[in-house]
């Protein structure tokens, strides 16, 4: 007789165990299987920076957590149901995150004294009343896993390596989805090792099986298809959502895409998703070092392609000099910071919103630069797109400022069509630009103010340009006293010009009123769902979330001062609080975290209860 | 000198003169600077290259040298210290049509720039490098440069410096630079017929050029570029000619066991037989480092001219070719179809 299933309206799960163990692995074939089945999805992968700490150790352990969900979600959830745990370590580091009555699956073949001993506990915390108040189901993962493959020619380490699957199939099982999609991802991940694929599938139904079978599982949930719009979807990662927004520019601008870059966390995979579209013309460079990273960009915009480098912050550090040449010479250069946690190497694998002021500031001289900031994994496709766009417009660099909460994590994208993305038009000089005098290589359009793009090849332009000031109009080096400080205020009005093209500014929630919260980045989610509780509880509070950081769009201050009080949260120590304070002499409050960790929807709530009760509402 | 290039001069092209190629700016150098001659020549050769001037690119970073692109009326990119090879790279990656050319110091390439120097060797984009090597740094008056020999006493270094030269041949060679050559200030034809074969070697090209600063290093390198002292101590390779040198033409280098020994070939104890006969096209690079290596050895004379010219491939045709390969395997891009690849779900 089929077990009972129960719908449910969402579900959290998080995938521990050591970092070769295969969580993240299990983790996105769930994330994609409950996907394509139409339900919201998001993700959050937390994982060391060592390839292989130890095994068994507490710095080894390697999370997945993922949240799905019947309604629209923002997050990846901030306490699990479900928290399937490979070994004590793993159950040592995420049990925290467990709701009271939740989900524990633990392989209990990974709980002898020594592995205990390696996660620091004294006695086995399955036995000694740490797991009391979860639904605790341990089950023998290891050696139901040998037994399901025994048949098979692989060797035991090789059968031990499929014991995520057999967790999967668990999960598959629990959460009442089926088992194609990863059949499918596996007959093509191993489509030359048909071992491997008869292997993971075997596990994977072992594992399937073994929850109808045993009495263990008494019911399965569901969770109903969530409503999106009309539309094509497809599941997304933010930094593979760059990739696809940087080759959609290119092509739209009918320009070639040169992205040189060097291996850094979390940025890495922008450069690993380019490398795979030769034939889309992309060129990806893998450089000697950061700086010659920029540099081949910078080369290649003077020679007329989309020049991209993409890095984290060390990176941009590095960087900065280079960064600086193509703003004063008014290139169109993109610049892709995937910020991690800092300062100096910090934590690589964590992360944080702390580059903020680095990228507004982080250069000598006066060296105004347009930041465009992604507020979810999807969101990386149309702002980096717009970073393109408003570098070919205005010929300058600009700041694609996401980070790894984003790049890494995951969700339903509905795809858009090409007809709707935004115009970017290269629009280089022609030789019809030469005249009596030459060419004149700093004689900008009335509107914009930027500078004609000629590249090389066009006859009748050549010219010369450089990081040494240069004289309005004829570009010749000059250290004339007016000059600089005109090229200095054009340089700056250029940049202050983007927010004329800017739509206007929504504001989620209240239009006026008690409290706005203002974010940007990767916040957007839980900001959103705190304050969507919020208002459907008839709060007077709002969301706004900044796409563009530099410059402000233009109608920012009047929404600022429609409300009470403005809170910014933001995992940094109050950089976007100290650039509205400054720029709007507004009193704004700060919420801030530096954890390496993202906001929880509760801590948000906390702050706001806190605010209104100051206000008089309690 | 082997030409490996038949296409470069396109149908119509008016012909040009030294005039064309000089901006309109005034060259600001000081009185007596070896980069004058190293400008000029390089306007004279430019018209003999056959290249439209609107495909003709100046790169530099930052140093004396580095002014050269404003003098040249071509394009020019004046960068930043030490990163004009990445810069250069990427115009050549995106557009492999363009003749570009790096102008660069001994400060600027062998120091802040060192690291991105010997990777531009090792990719071998076809482009030039000319090395103005003055064994100083000129812009920020006078300190000792990685070149710069040990003991030099500089406005930095009062008790001398302390560190060994770098040798910029040896360098480039164990980069695995395709072409390498030196040159001399003050002998233009030399040095023009150098820059021509840069121009004409497939692949990077390094010339190192002996230049002259009278300001801060006056003469560093006189006992090999001045009328009374050169012909004793420089020997000019020629290919597949044996190294003979010396006003009387009377002196050469053989070889003793592993090292270098200039005999005489006029006293009856050697012939020209026993000289080392130079070929720069060999694959191996034992002579080429060989004859690098003689500049380091006290009282050998340094040669001048091509130490080596390979044909390898070059890195903007190689990645045109994975283009096209992938083009041609999996279709032209198709961005819709991008967008819309994996897996998919329709919500109606």
């Not at chain 1, 992968?45 to 997945?64: H, K, N, Q, T």
């Not at chain 2, 710069?148 to 930095?156: A, D, F, H, M, Y």
């Not at chain 2, 230049?211 to 390779?237: H, M, P, R, S, W």
């Not at chain 2, 020209?272 to 006969?277: A, G, H």
Request: hydrophobic share 35%.
């Amino acid at each position: 007789m089929r077990k009972p299933v129960e719908q449910i309206e969402e579900a959290t799960i998080l995938f521990a165990g050591d970092s070769g163990d295969g969580s993240q692995t299990i983790g996105t074939q769930m994330t994609e299987t409950t996907a394509l089945i139409g339900n919201d999805v998001a993700t959050l992968p937390d994982y060391p920076a060592e390839i292989r700490a130890p095994a068994g150790s507490l710095a080894g352990v390697s999370g997945f957590q993922l949240h799905f969900s019947s309604e629209q979600i923002h997050t990846p959830g901030d306490l699990c149901d479900v928290l399937v745990a490979m070994n004590p370590a793993a159950l040592k580091v995420h049990l925290q995150k467990l709701k009271p009555n939740g989900i524990l699956i633990v392989n209990i073949d990974n709980f002898a004294r020594r592995s205990l001993r390696l996660a620091g506990y004294e006695a086995n915390p399955l036995e000694d009343g740490t797991v009391a108040k979860y639904q605790v189901f341990p089950v023998e993962l290891t050696r139901l896993t040998r037994k399901a493959l025994e048949n098979t020619d692989l060797t035991t380490r090789e059968i031990d390596r499929c014991k995520n699957f057999f967790a999967l199939g668990m999960i598959l099982w629990l959460y009442n989805r089926p088992m194609d999609y990863t059949m499918r991802w596996v007959k093509t991940k191993f489509a030359t090792k048909p071992q491997y694929v008869e292997a993971n599938i075997l596990a994977l139904r072992a594992g399937n099986i073994y929850c109808e079978a045993t009495e263990q599982f008494a019911v399965s949930y569901d969770v109903k298809p969530a409503v999106f719009e009309p539309g094509t979807y497809r599941n997304i990662e933010g930094n593979m959502a760059t990739v696809l927004g940087l080759i959609a520019a290119s092509h739209q601008a009918g320009l070639p895409l040169v992205y040189g870059s060097y291996p850094i966390t979390p940025a890495s995979d922008i450069l690993h998703g380019l490398a795979q579209y030769r034939n889309f013309g992309v060129i990806t460079m893998q450089m000697e070092d950061e700086i010659a990273a920029v540099g081949v960009a910078i080369g290649a915009a003077f020679s007329g392609a989309l020049g991209v480098t993409g890095s984290s912050g060390p990176g941009l550090a590095l960087k900065s000099e280079a960064i600086n040449l193509a703003m004063i010479a008014e290139l169109p250069l993109v610049i892709c910071n995937i910020q991690r946690a800092g300062p100096s190497t910090g934590m690589p694998t964590k992360t944080e919103q702390s580059d903020l002021l680095q990228m507004f500031y982080g250069r000598n001289g006066e060296s105004p630069i347009p930041i465009v900031a992604p507020s979810r994994p999807y969101d990386c496709f149309e702002s980096v797109y717009e970073a393109c766009r408003i570098a070919v417009k205005y010929r300058t660099p600009v700041i694609f400022l996401s980070d790894l909460y984003i790049g890494m994590g995951a969700e339903p994208w509905k795809i858009p069509k090409l007809s709707e993305l935004p115009e970017i038009k290269a629009d280089f000089a022609g030789r019809d630009q030469a005249h009596g005098n030459g060419f004149e290589p700093y004689q900008r359009d009335p509107e914009t103010l930027a500078r004609p793009w000629a590249k090389p090849g066009t006859p009748g332009l050549e010219h010369r340009i450089g990081g040494l000031e240069k004289s309005d109009i004829t570009g010749h080096v000059s250290y004339d006293a007016e000059n600089h400080q005109r090229m200095v205020e054009i340089r700056a009005e250029k940049v202050a010009r983007v927010a004329n093209d800017l739509p206007p500014t929504e504001v989620f929630g209240a239009q006026e009123g008690d409290i706005l919260l203002l974010g940007w980045g990767g916040t957007y989610g839980a900001i959103r769902t705190a304050v969507e509780q919020c208002v459907q509880e008839g709060l007077s509070i709002a969301h706004v979330h900044l796409r563009h950081l530099n410059p402000f769009p233009n109608d920012l201050v009047g929404i600022l001062k429609r409300f009470k009080r403005v809170l910014i949260p933001e995992l940094n120590t109050g950089q976007l609080r100290q650039l509205i304070r400054s720029t709007y002499l507004i009193d704004a409050i700060g919420f801030n975290k530096v954890q390496g960790q993202p906001f929880h929807v509760f801590e948000l709530q906390f702050k706001i209860d806190e605010i209104l009760k100051e206000l008089g509402h309690f | 000198m082997k030409r490996e290039r038949t296409s470069r001069i396109p149908v119509g092209v008016p012909t040009l003169s030294k005039k064309d190629f000089e901006s309109d700016q005034d060259t600001r150098w000081c009185p007596g600077c070896g980069d004058y001659s190293i400008l000029a020549q390089t306007q004279r050769i430019m018209p003999e290259l056959g290249i439209p001037r609107e495909n003709i690119v100046f790169i530099s970073g930052i140093g004396c040298s580095s002014r050269f692109p404003y003098y040249m009326n071509t394009y020019g990119f004046h960068t930043i210290h030490g990163r004009a090879p990445t810069i250069a790279s990427g115009v050549k990656m995106a557009n492999p049509d363009l003749s570009v050319w790096v102008i660069t110091g001994d400060g600027d390439a062998l120091s802040i720039g060192g690291n991105h120097f010997i990777h531009a060797m090792r990719r071998n984009f076809d482009i030039n490098v000319l090395l103005f090597n003055n064994r100083i740094y000129g812009l920020t008056k006078g300190q000792y440069s990685p070149t710069s020999e040990q003991g030099k006493k500089t406005t930095s270094t009062p008790l001398g410096s302390l560190e060994t030269p770098f040798n910029p041949i040896s360098l480039a060679l164990a980069s695995g630079a395709t072409f390498v050559a030196r040159s001399l200030d003050r002998d233009p034809d030399h040095l023009r017929l150098m820059i021509k074969s840069a121009f004409e070697h497939k692949g990077t090209s390094f010339i190192e050029i002996y230049q002259n600063c009278n300001i801060f290093n006056d003469g560093t390198f006189f006992q090999y570029t001045e009328k009374d002292t050169k012909a004793d101590n420089t020997v000019f390779l020629e290919h597949g000619e044996p190294l003979v040198f010396g006003a009387e033409r009377d002196k050469g280098i053989r070889l003793n066991g592993f090292q270098p020994e200039v005999v005489e070939t006029t006293n009856g104890d050697y012939a020209t037989d026993d000289l080392i006969v130079h070929d720069q096209y060999t694959e191996d690079t034992t002579l080429a480092n060989f004859l690098a290596g003689m500049s380091d050895t006290l009282d050998m004379p340094h040669p001048v001219g091509i130490f080596r010219s390979v044909r390898h491939p070059c890195y903007e045709d190689a990645m045109t070719h994975q283009i096209d390969s992938a083009k041609d395997r999996g279709g032209e891009g198709d961005l819709e179809a991008l967008l819309n690849a994996g897996e998919t779900w329709t919500v109606s």
